[in-house]
């Protein structure tokens, strides 16, 4: 009995989810209509995490030459975690 409350706590951990989104660079420019995302999975917090998710490549992706500002949100599923950087503008 014991081990299955056990288990069941630990399921219950890992099916628990959370997103926050932080504001983390501002420009004058204006704001454009183009978003440019980059993201990275991460599992236990080894393993994945080797994508670039700078500044410079949600930028490329998004094809912005001119940032208005850039978000992160970051989302976790118990051991899962995915980390995206928005980037707006021109």
């Known amino acids: ?4 409350i ?3 706590f630990a399921i219950a ?3 628990v989810s959370c997103q926050t989104t932080t504001p983390i660079a501002v420009t004058s420019n204006p ?3 183009k ?6 999975t991460i599992v236990l917090g080894i393993f994945g ?3 670039n998710i700078g500044i410079n490549a949600a930028a490329k992706n998004g094809g912005i ?6 978000d992160v949100a970051r989302k976790n599923y118990g051991i899962v975690r995915t980390m995206t950087t928005r ?3 021109e």
Do not use: L, Q, W
């Open 1 to 4: 009995m014991k081990k299955m």
């Open 87 to 89: 980037v707006y503008g």
């Open 35 to 40: 978003c440019g995302e980059a993201s990275a």
């Open 6 to 8: 056990i288990a069941a």
């Open 31 to 33: 704001i454009g209509n």
């Open 13 to 15: 951990a890992m099916c």
């Open 49 to 51: 995490g080797s994508s």
């Open 65 to 70: 030459t001119k940032v208005s500002h850039v």
